[in-house]
T-cell receptor
Framework: DAMVIQNPRYQVTQFGKPVTLSCSQT?????MYWYQQKSSQAPKLLFH???????NEADTPDNFQSRRPNTSFCFLDIRSPGLGDAAMYLC???????????FGPGTRLTVL | GQNIDQPTEMTATEGAIVQINCTYQ??????LFWYQQHAGEAPTFLSY????GLEEKGRFSSFLSRSKGYSYLLLKELQMKDSASYLC???????????FGRGTQLTVWP
């Protein structure tokens, strides 16, 4: 089945230790999104790629970076995680000019 | 800026009908989504409204009034498995960037 896959589902890292979260998709969608969702809060868009064009949200901290080496994969890099970065990170995909987004299962990040 | 409001919590009993409201004030509007999110899981798509009116899909219906900046999600014949958070989200363009409300946590009691 076509789907959005996120690995790992649970990630534990130490304060300040770089961490990378992975998202892959078999839907061949040209848009990929990364959202951060803290406990009991709404998902917040961090950035998105339209094909290889990177679009950063104005309030996304510099600590968060992203890479999209090909259509299928997108990575979220947190260079120096702080305690406040503990959250669920959701990857979603979509097609340009189509509004629906398809979400992966998320990666829950714990920062010790 | 974007302001999307929905109640924090609602409760209902099995078999009942519940209406979850969402109001929005956004700089631009293309359409409104409703997503269901069970604890610890990803949001799943329920409905998408672009035009005014009611869209019915099985036990779930969604209504939109663009002039009033208002939507609701109607859930009929509630089941225990409907206990979840329901997220209202606005998209401002066809590129699909979503601006979410904080979600309404619905608890269904037997």
């Amino acid at each position: 089945d076509a789907m959005v896959i996120q690995n790992p589902r649970y990630q534990v890292t130490q304060f300040g230790k770089p961490v990378t979260l992975s998202c892959s998709q078999t839907l061949n969608h040209n848009v990929m999104y990364w959202y951060q969702q803290k406990s009991s809060q709404a998902p917040k868009l961090l950035f998105h790629y339209y094909d290889k064009d990177f679009n950063n949200e104005a309030d996304t901290p510099d600590n968060f970076q992203s890479r999209r080496p090909n259509t299928s994969f997108c990575f979220l890099d947190i260079r120096s995680p702080g305690l406040g970065d503990a959250a669920m990170y959701l990857c979603a995909t979509g097609r340009k000019d189509e509004p629906e987004q398809f979400f992966g299962p998320g990666t829950r990040l714990t920062v010790l | 800026g974007q302001n999307i409001d929905q109640p924090t919590e609602m409760t209902a009993t099995e078999g009942a009908i519940v209406q979850i409201n969402c109001t929005y004030q956004t700089s631009g509007f293309n359409g409104l989504f409703w997503y269901q999110q069970h604890a610890g899981e990803a949001p799943t798509f329920l409905s998408y409204n672009v035009l005014d009116g009611l869209e019915e899909k099985g036990r779930f219906s969604s209504f939109l009034s663009r002039s009033k900046g208002y939507s609701y999600l109607l859930l009929k014949e509630l089941q225990m498995k409907d206990s979840a958070s329901y997220l209202c989200a606005v998209t401002k363009s066809t590129l699909g960037r979503l601006y979410f409300g904080r979600g309404t946590q619905l608890t269904v009691w037997p």
